[in-house]
């Protein structure tokens, strides 16, 4: 087996505000393979975002701090480097793009120049045509048309899913190993979603690029994901590959997510069914599992002890739940 | 940008029209009879008719006004009522460049010392250093200028009494040159001049520049693994100047007023101390002259101020 | 929040905290409760009241309380309200008849005018009978002070409530109709932009000051001892701000006449006129106030200025900007005769900036905290 790209152990990302600690992420672990591409879902607030920044060291500090965890990119543990080597890695072995296509690139400058700039960051040796001829193929790469020509248009000349394009492009300039992706595709009509993604699919299939894909919506993670992490309230609840996450979910909560969405095959008539209640507030964590307050299946136990991921004995699945599914 | 640019100057004809218009009706309607005033009290009626034909001031108002307009053009502004027989443009001629010298370092110390202070005070924002920086600012804009003068030329009083080191306080040297003296006269003013307007930009630079590092593309910037100085002096900074250069054009509107007011306080011979002595003279050609040169002068800053957006900001540029 | 959140413990209106620290939110929770002016109800009945928020009004009223140099700033505004007005007829009782060499016997009520000269007490400093010192013809500087701010404070909230009256009119027509007003508008304020500032008020004040003081010199209070041109002055001023002040408020009600709440309330029938005095002009009611504090600064100066340039108040009037003027040449000799409205008027500009300052930090939706 190749060793694992990522290893995250017990991260532990919290915010400092003046009305309190906002536990953001509480002790997330997990990895990722070379190659792999790996889907993180949850609802707005879940942490899911943070521990993408946490990853590439992009948390805004202040307010935000990475309190405790490794993450072990490579075999190395990127929390002790200082914020200029991980300048090095970013852009060049860590890449990430952004939810808003729209405000994400600097209006000032041509779309050539913000690859180029990547490019001639990370390979001193390679001269500026040289850049900008690589800014052009990678233009190509992402289906721009008339690449050469469009390289010296303005970002505000380019409709967002175009934009989008640009990121990955800019992104993936250097090759990088891993590609964080934050809700890549929420700001796009659903057309345009789809060939993003498919772009995403297919480049990272073509340069063995690892990509964690950050979503809220399900259905953009059982097209493109291999493995998928389920997150609540600032912790994985359940990790497990794609098909069994869809086929056999084990956490209620992810149960409840795949019963709040309407499929193709539902029957005529059959009711939507929300999860009621909302998320806790992180700033004041309830003790016990996260999840108690609104789950079907709650029992004492669950509002006492927080449960861990333990497996669930289907293969690799785990949950964090007593009384999975 | 060409279209927007003629367009532009299209409303600046029509803005120098219309203040030369009000300017003119203003000297028009103006109380008092000029040439009654030079007279005196006893004068007889032919002299007077003569007085006022020389000055055409018989003439229906359309037709003054006409021929004040094509005037302009040939840099005739008329002749002084006060100082009979002078041409206005003579009168002014002295003080033009004086005051231009005066206008233009105000200018260059604003955008020079006020810009950075801001941006600086921006990257460090809540440290002492920004609160220093903006409470300077903040307490430097509110004060007017003349305020300001005052407590420099008691500053500097004070400085003579207990050091014996003398500064002048007034007067200019000579224009556009710069020995030492003429170094020391120039400073003061220019300093004082030059305050206000730094105070104003540096607290919108650093409002700026703290709204563009906010932005998605800066944290675009930092993913992409760019140094952050080049984050900050290539990204952000060139996003932070579009509207920083507007505000330049704006801001020579209040450098024209207050030309008025530094050369009153350190006694500078400028267009300012003369259009202050055609008012209290009632000379309203001078009046009128001093009005149009400085409303052109505005109206001309802000084309200037419109070239640079349009250069700077690429989304015009395109269009 | 659900109702399974609430604290037990709370039970009626009147409630002590809780002796255990609490947390956060459960403080909200008592602090609101004391503002509960309806019947107690049962402890049932409050567990299911969700909590009171204050209103955004309540809200920018408590950011703005705890803002100490807005606060600082709203008492020196006060004492330069209040000073001006009861100032001077207390002071003109304070003192003893004093013999005067060129007047005779004069009581407080003739030498702390700011009109008597007192020729033989020139360029003083502070003493027991004129409290601030004299100036180079021997007035009592503290009256002419007091009346200098007098002045200021006329001028100001005159042109201030013309500002805020035409602003708001004109604008809320130009933003909310748009049309042949809103070009006009527009026109109007491209040629009062090429008047920058005071270059108009000091044309006005120049060609048509000294008429104005012939005509107006029969005004009660304001017309004698040159201060008729107040009105001139007054007059310059305005019509240099409003136009600015209508341009913002026609913005804002054009981002006003975007907002859902607008098209709510024209689609259940409300007229146009019912909508804008019912809902953009409270709406803009905020901003505007903010507007005119940070303007007012903008008008003193301007008030100072000009009679700093000898086209505002003359001799014997008195004013801030003419006391300056007066006290130039001397410098050197007595500076404090130029430092005293100096400073007075810094201490002035400055209270009307950071008071608005902080109006407009308590008033900004998107500061939150």
């Known amino acids: 087996m190749a060793a694992n790209l990522l290893e995250v152990n017990n991260l532990k990302t919290y915010f400092f505000t003046r009305s309190g600690v906002v536990k953001a992420v509480d002790d997330v672990s997990f990895t990722m393979k070379p190659g792999e591409t790996l889907g993180v879902v949850g609802e707005s607030g879940c942490g899911k975002s943070v521990t993408a920044l946490s990853v590439i060291r992009l948390v805004a500090n202040p307010p935000g701090k990475i309190v405790g965890g490794e993450i072990n990119f490579n075999g190395e543990n990127i929390l002790e480097k200082n914020q200029e080597e991980m300048t090095e890695l970013r852009g060049s072995k860590i890449s990430m793009i952004f939810q808003d296509p729209m405000t994400s690139l600097n209006p000032v400058f041509n779309v050539g120049y913000q690859i180029a700039e990547t490019v001639k960051r990370h390979r001193k040796d390679v001269s500026s045509d040289q850049a900008w001829k690589r800014a052009v193929e990678m233009l190509d790469l992402v289906r721009i048309p008339d690449a050469r020509r469009r390289a010296k248009n303005y970002p505000h000349e380019f409709s967002g899913g175009m934009r989008q394009r640009v990121m990955i492009a800019i992104a993936l300039a250097c090759n990088p190993q891993l590609l964080i992706a934050d809700e890549p595709t929420t700001a796009l009509d659903v057309t345009i979603q789809a060939q993003v993604l498919e772009l995403m699919k297919g480049l990272s299939h073509e340069f063995g690029t690892a990509v964690m894909l950050i979503t809220h919506d399900l259905g953009v993670v059982a097209g493109t994901c291999q493995q998928v992490n389920v997150m609540y309230a600032g912790g994985i609840i359940e990790s497990a590959p794609v098909k069994q996450i869809f086929e056999s979910p084990a956490h209620p909560y992810t149960v409840g997510l795949l019963q709040s969405i309407p499929r193709l095959d539902d029957q005529h008539g059959s009711k939507l069914t929300p999860i009621p209640g909302q998320p806790p507030d992180l700033l ?17 136990r669950c509002r006492q002890e927080k449960p861990r991921l333990m497996p669930v004995g289907r293969g690799e699945q785990v949950a964090a739940c007593f009384y999975p599914n | 940008m060409v279209q927007f640019l003629v367009k532009r100057f299209i409303g600046l004809i029509f803005v120098i029209i219309c203040v030369t218009f009000i300017t003119f009706i203003l000297g028009f309607k103006a109380p008092g009879d000029p040439i009654r005033a030079l007279l005196g009290q006893h004068f007889d009626p032919q002299t007077y008719a003569q007085l006022k034909h020389q000055y055409g001031l018989d003439l229906p108002w359309y037709q003054q006004y006409y021929n004040y307009i094509t005037g302009l053009f040939r840099l005739n502004f008329g002749y002084s009522i006060h100082y009979q027989g002078e041409s206005v443009w003579d009168i002014l001629k002295a003080g033009v460049p004086v005051s231009t010298e005066l206008g233009f370092w105000g200018l260059i110390l604003t955008i020079v010392i006020g810009i950075p202070t801001g941006i600086f005070s921006a990257l460090k924002a809540n440290t002492w250093v920004d609160t220093l920086n903006m409470g300077t600012a903040l307490i430097l804009y509110a004060l007017p ?25 007034s007067n200019w040297g000579n224009p556009w040159q710069y020995t030492l003296t003429d170094i020391q006269y120039k400073l003061g003013p220019i300093l004082v001049y030059s305050a206000v307007s730094f105070a104003y930009f540096a607290r919108l630079a650093r409002t700026t520049m703290l709204e ?108 | 929040m659900d109702t399974a959140d609430k604290n037990p413990e709370f039970s009626s209106p009147e409630i002590t905290p809780p002796a255990a620290a609490p947390s956060p939110l459960q403080t909200n929770i008592v602090i609101e409760s004391e503002n509960v002016l309806a019947a107690p109800g049962s402890p049932e009945e409050q567990q299911q009241q969700p909590e009171k928020t204050p209103t955004p009004f309540q809200d920018s009223l408590r950011k703005l309380r705890r803002d100490k140099r807005a606060i600082a700033s709203a008492v020196i505004i006060l004492l330069f309200v209040i000073l001006p007005i009861i100032g001077p007829p207390i002071y003109q009782h ?64 005159s042109v201030e409530i013309v500002n805020v009256v035409l602003g708001i009119g004109i604008g809320v027509l130009a933003g909310f109709f748009g049309g042949w007003i809103d070009q006009l508008l527009a ?132 004013s801030i900007g003419l006391m300056i003027n007066d006290a130039r040449n001397l410098i050197d000799t007595h500076p404090w005769e130029i430092l005293l409205p100096s400073i007075v008027l810094t201490l002035i500009v400055l209270a009307f900036s950071f008071l608005g300052d902080g109006l407009r930090d308590a008033f900004d939706p998107r500061a939150k905290d």
């Not at chain 3, 106030?289 to 008195?318: C, K, M, N, R, Y």
Request: with cysteine; net charge neutral; glycine share 8%.
């Open chain 3, 94 to 157: 304070i003192g003893d008849i004093y013999n005067s060499p060129t007047s005779g016997s004069i009581n407080a009520a003739v030498y702390h005018s700011p009109f008597h000269t007192e020729l033989t007490r020139q360029d003083e400093g502070p003493s027991a009978q004129y409290w601030l010192g004299t100036d180079a013809i021997g007035r009592d500087l503290l009256a002419r002070m007091l009346q200098g701010m007098l002045i200021s404070l006329i001028v100001a909230v």
């Open chain 2, 145 to 169: 200028s003349f305020v300001l003068a005052v407590f420099l030329q008691l500053l500097i009083v004070w400085v003579d009494k207990w050091t014996g080191i003398e500064w002048p306080v």
């Open chain 3, 187 to 318: 026109r109007f304020t491209d040629v009062m932009f090429a008047f920058p500032g005071l270059l108009f008020a000091i044309l006005i004040t120049g060609i048509f000051g000294t008429a104005a003081d012939t005509a107006f010199s029969n005004v009660p209070l304001i017309g004698a001892n040159g201060n008729a041109r107040l009105i001139i002055v007054s007059l310059a001023l305005a019509m240099t701000t409003w136009p600015l002040m209508a341009r913002f408020v026609r913005g804002q009600t054009l981002q006003l006449k975007e907002q859902q709440f607008i098209e709510a309330a024209r689609t259940s029938g409300t007229s146009n006129k019912q909508i804008i005095i019912r809902h953009i002009i409270p709406n803009l009611f905020s901003i505007v106030i903010v507007a005119a504090t940070l303007d007012i600064s903008g008008t003193i100066i301007g008030e100072a200025g000009l009679s700093f340039l000898g086209l505002g108040v003359q001799s014997p009037g008195s």
């Open chain 2, 212 to 319: 563009v590092l906010r932005q998605d593309y800066v944290r675009t910037a930092r993913a992409k693994g760019l140094l952050e100085r080049v984050v900050v002096y290539r990204h952000a900074l060139r996003n932070a100047l579009i509207p920083l250069v507007t505000v330049i054009g704006l801001s020579i509107g209040f450098l024209v007023v207050g030309v008025f007011f530094i050369e009153q306080i350190f006694n500078i011979p400028g267009i300012g101390t003369t259009a202050l002595e055609a008012i209290s003279n009632r000379d309203y050609p001078v009046i009128q002259a001093t009005t149009v040169l400085g409303a052109v002068a505005v109206v001309f800053g802000n084309l200037i101020a419109d070239i640079l957006y349009s250069v700077v900001d690429p989304r015009i540029k395109a269009e």
């Open chain 1, 284 to 300: 004041n964590p309830p003790a016990g599992c996260p999840y108690a307050a609104r789950c079907p299946k709650v029992q004492s």
